[in-house]
């Protein structure tokens, strides 16, 4: 099975920046990955999500505000987190998308204090 470990996640305030990391056990990203958050008394969202050809989606939420993006040398998916919000707080996972979908990791938490 895949292996998906995130980390990167931390208490900021509000406006801060993070830079959240996905470190997988293969070279998966070609095909087609995933950032989802998941909220106290909500359903997990998609975040934002990249295709192997390079081509991304974000969920209207971030959009402008969050930028994902895979160093496939490296088995490495990022989610780059600028001008956050305390709505943004939320546990944060990688996995696939459309249709690909392995074991899901620990997660990462982000908290964005007001």
């Known amino acids: 099975q895949v292996q998906l470990v995130e980390s990167g996640g931390g208490l900021v305030q509000a406006g801060g920046s993070l830079r959240l990391s996905c470190a997988a056990s293969?070279?998966?990203?070609?095909?087609?990955m995933a950032w989802y958050r998941q909220a106290p008394g909500k359903q997990r969202e998609l975040v934002a999500s990249?295709?192997?050809?390079?081509?991304?989606y974000y969920a209207d939420s971030v959009k402008g505000r969050f930028t994902i993006s895979t160093n496939n040398a490296k088995n490495t998916l990022y989610l780059q987190m600028n001008s956050l919000k305390p709505e943004d707080t939320a546990v944060y996972h990688c996995?696939?998308?459309?249709?690909?979908?392995?074991?899901w990791g620990q997660g990462t938490q982000v908290t964005v204090a007001s």
């Open positions: 996995n696939g998308a459309h249709g690909y979908s392995y074991s």
């Open positions: 293969g070279s998966i990203f070609r095909i087609a």
């Open positions: 990249i295709l192997g050809g390079g081509s991304t």
